[in-house]
């Protein structure tokens, strides 16, 4: 158990619709991460907060947002959803500061399935 | 964006040393070099990171070559468990962009 808790673990949903996705980081790591893996792709880096601020951003699409809350969960909205969305979406936690990035601690995914 | 050059797929035997082989060109001075694995229907799970020397832990070591330009990750004796996509990756210093190359996918034969 890596302590990054993500919610759906499962989603299955029509094209056109918008889904949430939610992680919750382990407790006292002020960085989250968000990726994208397709079937037998490799991880596509989405986005990355730290402290509730956007700090580095990937291919994101912009049918895709991300926000980090105070209590430093972190939701990913994906809408307009399209069937080349369906991925498994990884959430992960890192406790390193502003000068770097240590290790990451990945969450088991929440798998969208989009019909 | 940082890039990392690793071989599509590996295979070894059982309870034989596996050495994972990793190019990072694009590496600048401060940027660590992380491993990674990815089981079967499972997350990414850190394997080791290192800066310039060796280093060992429990799972693995990495070997970091002198101009940090390659790495080699060595699995000293290969279990079915141990089978797994192994991704070795770096930060651009300054980016924050946490990047995964496409990864060796490890197959072990019993």
């Known amino acids: 158990d890596s302590g990054v808790t993500q919610t759906p673990k499962h989603l299955i949903t029509a094209t056109g619709q918008r889904v949430t996705l939610r992680c919750s980081p382990r407790?006292?790591?002020?960085?989250v991460y968000w990726y994208q893996q397709s079937l037998d792709q490799g991880l596509q880096f989405l986005i990355q907060?730290?402290?509730?601020?956007?700090?580095a951003k990937g291919n994101i699409l912009e049918r895709f947002s991300a926000q980090q809350f105070p209590d430093l969960h972190s939701e990913l909205n994906l809408s307009s959803l399209e069937l080349g969305d369906s991925a498994l979406y990884f959430c992960?936690?890192?406790?390193?500061?502003?000068?770097?990035?240590?290790?990451?601690?990945f969450g088991e995914g929440s798998r969208l399935t989009v019909l | 964006d940082a890039k990392t050059t690793q071989p599509n797929s590996m295979e070894s035997n059982e309870e034989e040393p596996v050495h994972l082989p990793c190019n990072h060109s694009?590496?600048?001075?401060?940027?660590?070099i992380h491993w990674y694995r990815q089981l079967p229907s499972q997350g990414p799970e850190y394997v080791i990171h290192?800066?310039?020397s060796n280093v060992n832990n429990r799972m693995a070591s990495l070997a970091i070559a002198e101009d940090r330009k390659s790495s080699t990750l060595i699995l000293h004796r290969a279990t079915l468990r141990d089978a797994a996509v192994y991704y070795c990756?770096?930060?651009?210093?300054?980016?924050?962009?946490?990047?995964f190359g496409t990864g060796t996918r490890l197959k072990v034969l019993a």
């Open positions: 694009t590496i600048s001075g401060t940027d660590y």
């Open positions: 907060y730290y402290n509730g601020e956007e700090r």
């Open positions: 990756n770096h930060v651009t210093s300054g980016t924050y962009k946490y990047i």
């Open positions: 290192g800066l310039t």
């Open positions: 992960a936690s890192s406790d390193a500061g502003l000068a770097g990035v240590g290790e990451l601690f």
């Open positions: 407790s006292g790591d002020l960085s």
